[in-house]
């Protein structure tokens, strides 16, 4: 069977898409990609924003348009917050969160889906490289057991859950055999990774240094309250990548009360500084929420000083919406939205500003990429894109034989400049 795998939202969502794809190539499905035509299709949905829904709701309709003929099953938080909604919108199965990690199996069992096991994938074939993915994002833990006013994702995730370690490790192995040089931890609350049963992921990703191989290991988000001092001495192994997303969502400390967060900004720059101090040329990235309801002019001007204070290597900017469920949608005055709008751009400028000034500070320098995805030019020419271990995006500019032998590979680059855009730096091979 042709199946068709799409996904919206976080990177947690993604690792759970890639289980789905090898689970169903080891039953001998195909997974295909939009271009064909799929008589299965598997979606992913998001509902951490209003906008969100909207935008499952949305790509939903569009791919049973696409594809009339094709069965659909629906998962992820939209189908489990919303479910009576997404039943009503022509899918043939609905897959909530707490039984997404069985979809393949229920798929299988519901839809009579048939299993040829004598066409399976070939050993050595990844399915990531289908989905045109050359990292792989491992689900190591969901579920959070905080409750930022804001947030949708710990009603829909329900209760922290921590995967096996030997699980962890077993799957690592087995997509750095199939040719993946990357892996990304990832989870809800990934900080959060062994509250339930007794560990804690420096152990985690200790054992994962210890008993793999793969060359470069990620981490996902992590919120800063949840890094010790002492982990910074995993950073000692250079299989472990110098970049930390660490979201701050806001600079002013009355804000962050209201969001229920557990980080002050003294302790998130002391965080930065100690980081910076003891990992050399780590890569700081956030995310921030503008227009909170309260956020008073002064409010908004700590955020922009701290902001500059801090210096980040990139920000993810998001306006804030209300979300129904969440504490947030009831609080009182609301920014109004043109306001909002104003200071996003403010921030937006300021975040690009410092992405620049960051990636600058590299030029000159050779540093290892892991080569991944090529575009084709409008003059016809080709560039193949890739990252640094502290997530500096390098484009190169190659003929379709060099792209083919560079795509997942790594090999170091010279930094010679950064695009007019400001979007990647230019590199040549070392």
Not at 127 to 147: E, N, P, T
Request: aromatic share 6%.
């Amino acid at each position: 069977m042709r199946i068709q795998l799409k996904t919206l939202g976080c990177r947690l969502n993604e690792a759970e898409l890639e289980t789905w794809a090898r689970q169903f190539q080891e039953d001998g499905h195909r997974i295909v990609g939009s271009e064909e035509d799929a008589e299965l299709l598997v979606f992913n949905s998001c509902a951490v924003t209003q906008d969100a829904v909207r935008k499952s709701r949305n790509l939903l309709r569009k791919a049973a348009r696409e594809n009339p003929g094709a069965k659909l099953v629906l998962s992820g938080c939209y189908a489990t917050l919303n479910q009576a909604e997404a039943e009503t919108l022509g899918v043939d199965l609905v897959v909530g969160n707490a039984d997404k990690h069985r979809l393949v199996e229920i798929a299988k069992e519901r839809l009579a889906l048939d299993t040829m096991p004598t066409q399976s994938t070939e050993p050595g074939e990844s399915a990531l490289f289908r989905l045109g993915r050359h990292r792989a994002f491992i689900k190591v833990q969901d579920g959070c057991r905080y409750r930022c006013t804001y947030c949708i994702v710990t009603v829909a995730r329900g209760e922290e859950r921590s995967r096996n370690p030997a699980d962890i490790i077993d799957e690592i192995n087995r997509l750095h055999g199939e040719g993946i040089q990357e892996a990304v931890l990832t989870g809800v609350h990934l900080g959060g990774y062994g509250s339930d049963n007794g560990s804690h992921l420096g152990a985690l990703i200790q054992e994962v240094l210890d008993q793999t191989t793969i060359p470069r290991l990620r981490l996902g988000s992590l919120e800063p309250w949840d890094i010790p001092g002492m982990f910074v001495d995993l950073f000692a192994s250079p299989r472990l990548m110098p970049h930390l997303h660490l979201p701050l969502q806001s600079g002013s400390d009355s804000v962050l009360k209201r969001m229920a967060r557990r980080c002050k900004t003294s302790e998130f720059a002391a965080l930065a500084e100690h980081l910076r101090r003891q990992v050399p040329n780590i890569n700081i990235t956030t995310d921030l929420i503008v227009g909170f309801p309260g956020e008073t002019g002064t409010e908004w001007e700590e955020t922009l000083h701290f902001v500059r204070q801090i210096g980040f290597g990139h920000t993810h900017v998001f306006s804030f919406s209300p979300r129904e469920g969440t504490a947030a949608a009831t609080m009182p005055a609301p920014v109004h939205s043109g306001i909002k709008k104003a200071r996003s751009r403010a921030l937006h400028e300021l975040a690009e500003q410092q992405k620049r000034d960051f990636a600058a500070r590299h030029l000159g320098r050779t540093l290892p990429v892991l080569w991944e995805g090529t575009r084709r030019l409008e003059d016809g020419s080709a560039m193949i894109f890739g990252y640094t271990p502290n997530y500096l995006k390098v484009g190169l500019t190659i003929t379709p034989e060099q792209g083919a032998d560079l795509s997942c590979h790594i090999s170091p680059a010279i930094l010679t400049g950064l695009a007019d855009t400001g979007d990647f730096l230019i590199g040549k091979l070392a």
